[in-house]
């Protein structure tokens, strides 16, 4: 029973770390411009899909395509932030559900184009299928690599955030907008380039998370709304609490799956979701937000 | 009618005329119009990649029968729409071709759930359709003008229960996706099981959105059963694979019912995919009435090969054609009653149905990809090759 | 007057368009109406939420499919037809919204959206779960005849939501959703209990989409959770409202119809690009025209919302009536006392023990160097904070009363920088005072003219907020705060950027008030305007009070002079 648990945790944990880089772009787009980008979810699914062709017509390897999606979402965020979402004033609520009914309809436009592109049948592709054997306990190999590598990724973002320049510009303009715009900074390049390098992080996440799970490109609201969870329940724009609460939708889903069944699973992520917003809105480590 | 002929052209005479002339000059200019054939088919949405397929099928007969004459003298068209995989859309677009573009036949979408919606009025409407829903309800009296042209979905994975059985396996693992087909289909294994003597050990269904399926195949795996079985779709049956290999979980049997049909399944989980067992109601190397013909031609014309859901529409549009032709007019109900009296080998195989229109003469086939490539392996007498058993373990 | 008769006119025509084409139309022709009108009622109960109230949701197709489930169960265990079934289930939904709203609606902004989309999957989960919902498989009634029966009824019930809509915002409800959707928070100030105004909107909106559901289950016939649950739906109800004009009642119409017909087109001639189509739409509508077409008619002087309760009657000579809580006040008696007011902010104590009190016809001013805690203070006595300390409103302890309770009550504050309402006009800004809590019509429109009149607004009345100059904005903010005819009023920095002549008018409405035995605390920094009105001042100094008096008493005090100065000021008071 005890191998059951271990097994059980460490799948958890190793699937926190996916999570996290799932949810990472969103936050960091979140934090910076108090927007819910709402195409995260088929962003995801472009890098993903876009890893497969390169893995399936070229037979390039995920680890290569990586840096590849990353780099062309970050193009399509830029694009994206510089033509359409830098038109709309964020000032009060109209604002807001402007930039929001704007990043929906651009789900559906980005949505559909994949499917245009790649047809909607499920894809995936065989990587590193095998397991890693921990004496009595068997892991998923690809599950390990993307959690190495999310993690990777994450520590870099951090010691972007942390320690550049730039990095450290995104971080005052998400603190102040006002008082990074008085210090000289040009706030509509730092939230360009922020917006770019959300996306990039959505598809590096889509183009590892496809040698676990198959895409599709009309699914795309559920890792939408995954990845909201996430950054809620840790704190929006916290990457700390985005950690803690990646790794406790990762242990939660695994040994309610194990235990309870699958159906309360699947559930699972918004009775959480749902919780959270009602006893604790500002997440776990989180500033009281507005309300 | 003339009332009275007195040598003279009297006013009725030659109104009289006129009008016989009128109709026959009328009968004479008008080509008897095509016969419309109608159906709203899934083109976009997620189950899109089968729908096309049956489309194709439907394409590729119509155009054999109008290369042969047509039907009752007349050519066919097909008018199609796209439901998008929605059952509201699918009842207004059958509306549409009922009131609107007054099809004179009419063919079923291609989703279970579509068919049910629109079931309700076209036997309203009293409209004979052949349909391609493979769950049961929608034949069992309620509906008379539907008759089941598709293998019924309790039956689907029999004869891989009877490969399992036959080499002796006894405990089965069964992994249900929550949704329509797979559940009835479930039932279908669960009954077949009993029959052989064999022991359901594991049973879980999950939600379809679910794409980890680690835990739970590790729940399954510790119970070390003969036979992992899962009534699944593609992705999820690639997900059941997945979380197996890659935690080292074995058994004897891997099996599936739609998933290692399709071609993606080996795309996606390349050499893991080999020695794995899946479903199909048809298969291009069967030695049905016709079937080598079907596939060259569907092969030229489409530039790939038919798979079972293109075998079932062309086999079901060359029956309404002889359903009709036997018929000798468009009446829907002795279409309809032509169809139950049917007993007809196609593509597929024998079409035979029961008093409410439930197919039971078509059956379902097992297929293993071995080396990259699907092969059809039991029963045996249409068989290419001989399974590869027990599974080979994951390396 | 013009307007309704135009906008009935309108329905009618569209009434009787949609039944004849119900009646007289082929099956198709009468699905597709069906269809439309059923997007109508659905983008009209959005719209309710979620432009009306402002409270924008992802979560309309849940009441949809949670409707559409409960008539089916109905029809199915109850054996009920569907005209019974419909109203049971805009019942059943209008009572989920009920019970959810006490939780959703303590958010707001995403969090309420996706927390409605949620809400929606966990119903979909459910339904697909159970077995009395017939599970994954669905479920079959009976249905309707023929779609020209359903259509017609269809039509029927969205003309009748019409109706509804229109008639809220013409209403009381309508007034305080809009005055809640701008500013919450002064919404509260001016008497509107926001949260029963909004929970009320979520049922009715939720109402809606429940009966859109019922229908649409007798008109198809079948029902799984798929379907019930689309999210199609939900994109499509939300592109309708945003077309047409989000926040108005026939932006949705216009909006359903012409979505549905673009719709209809884009199925025919581009299938697989539809979405791609929609999606760009939504954007483009969200960039450039974020208020539909109304905003654009709007723009061209085609068309303008008739402010609630307008206009004003002409002349009027009945006295104002007295402050709403009964026969004025003893002069001088206390009418509001605080004792030990703090509050600490962190390490930082903003206001320390601080004793005052308010008597009925007199001002007391607060004056003290900035910083000094002052609208805090004030926070602190109308219970929009919570300190240390206790708050008497005449006899009564208002610890733990929320504000709107205090305004009503007549507990009257203004704000340090403007808050006003900017989709309201002069005119309704003041009537959500006037009418708050259970002010009959007519009493309510009485006070909002002679207010108006007496602060030399009602010239101004059917202007927007933004048009006025900074002056007359805070004069209208005093007069809001005057509308609730209040026993305390507590004005912070309320002439601050005025002219001299509108400090006159402010000073007579005061004066006004007062004499009806109205107790005024000013914060003020323009002493001048004070100094004439206040008979007493007390002086705020790091949130302790340092000095209290007559006012010339206290501008004279050392201290006072060296907390505003710095102790090294050596010049006198002016």
Known sequence: MWITIINLLLLGLLWGGVYLLMATGLNLIYGVMKVVNLAHGDMIIVGGLLAFTLFSAHGISPIIAFPLAAALLFVIGVVVQFVILERIPVKGSLGELRTLLATFGLSYVIANTSFLIWGSQFQSLPFLQGSVQLGRIALPQALVAASVLAF????????????????????????????AACCGLN??????????????????????VITLIPFQTTASGELTIQAFTIIALGGLGNYMGALIAAEILGIVEVFTQYYLGSNPASAAIYVIFIAVLIFRPQGLFGKVGRV | MLSSYNGRFSPRLIAGAMLLAATSLGSVQAAPANIKVGLSITQTGPYSPPAIFELRGYQLAIDEINQSGGLLGRKLDLIKYDDQGNPSTAVQLYQKLLTDDKVDLLVSPYQTDLTAAVAPIVNRAKKVMPSLAANVENYSGKYPYLVQAITQTPQYMTPALDLAASKGYKTVALLIQNTQFPIQLAGGIEDEAKKLGMKIVFKESYDPSTTDFSALVLKAGNLHPDVIVGATYLADAEGIVRAAKSQNVGAKMFAFSIGPVEPEFHKSLGAAANGIFGTTLYFPSLKTKGNAEFVKAFQAKFNVAPD???????????????????????????????????????????????????????????????DGKQVLVWPTEDAQAAPVLPHGGWK | MKSNIIQGVCLVLLTLAGVGIALGGSGYYAQTLFTIALYIVLALGWNIISGIAGYVSFGQVGFFGFGAYAAALAMIHLEVEWYLAAPLAAGASALLALVLGGIMLRLNGIFFALGMFGLARILQITASSLSITGGPMGTTVLPAESPNESALIMVLV???????????????LGLRLMATRDDDLAAQSSGVNTFRAKLRALCLSAAFGGVGGALYVWNIGYLDPNSAFNGNIELQTVLMVLAGGIGTVWGPVIGGILISLIGTFLWARFPTEQQVILGALTIFIAVVMPGGLTAFFEKLGWWRRQPIWSPPPAASLKPAPSPRTGAAADEHSVALSCRGLGIRFGGVTAVDDVDLEARSGEMLAIIG???????????????????????????????????????????????????????LTVWETVLVAASSGRVPRQTAIHITTELLRETGLLDHWSEQPDTLPPGLQRLLEIARALALRPKVLLLDEAMAGMTLHEIEQVHAALRRAMSGGCAIVAIEHVLPAIVDLASRAQVLDFGRIIASGTPHEVLRNPEVISAYMGADYEGGTQ
Not at chain 2, 310 to 316: F, M
Request: charge should be positive; hydrophobic fraction near 45%; proline fraction near 2%.
């Open chain 1, 152 to 179: 990777c990724a994450a520590l870099v973002l951090h010691l972007w955030l942390t320690y550049t320049m730039l990095g450290k510009s995104v971080r005052a303009t998400a603190q102040s907008g006002l008082g």
């Open chain 2, 308 to 370: 079972y859901h293109a075998a079932v529409a062309y086999a079901s549009m060359k029956l309404f054609g002889k359903a009709v032709t036997q018929v000798g007019s468009l009446d829907q109900t002795k279409i309809r009653d032509a169809f139950l009296k049917l007993s007809e080998d196609t593509v597929v195989g024998h079409f035979k149905l029961s008093p409410t229109g439930l197919q039971t003469g078509y059956r379902s086939y097992v297929l293993q990809w071995q």
């Open chain 3, 369 to 423: 160097p900035n910083g000094a805690g002052k609208s805090t203070l004030f926070s602190l006595m109308s219970n929009y904070l919570t300190g240390s300390g206790a708050t008497r409103f005449g006899e009564r302890d208002i610890h733990g009363l929320k504000p709107y309770a205090l305004a009503q009550m007549g507990l009257a504050r203004t704000f340090q920088s403007s808050r006003l309402f900017p989709s």
């Open chain 3, 158 to 172: 969205a003309a009748g939501a019409i109706l509804i809509v229109h008639a809220l915002s013409r209403s009381r």
């Open chain 1, 187 to 208: 706030s509509r390049l730092i939230r360009v380039i922020t917006f770019g390098v959300g996306a990039a992080l959505a598809g590096a996440a889509g183009s590892l």
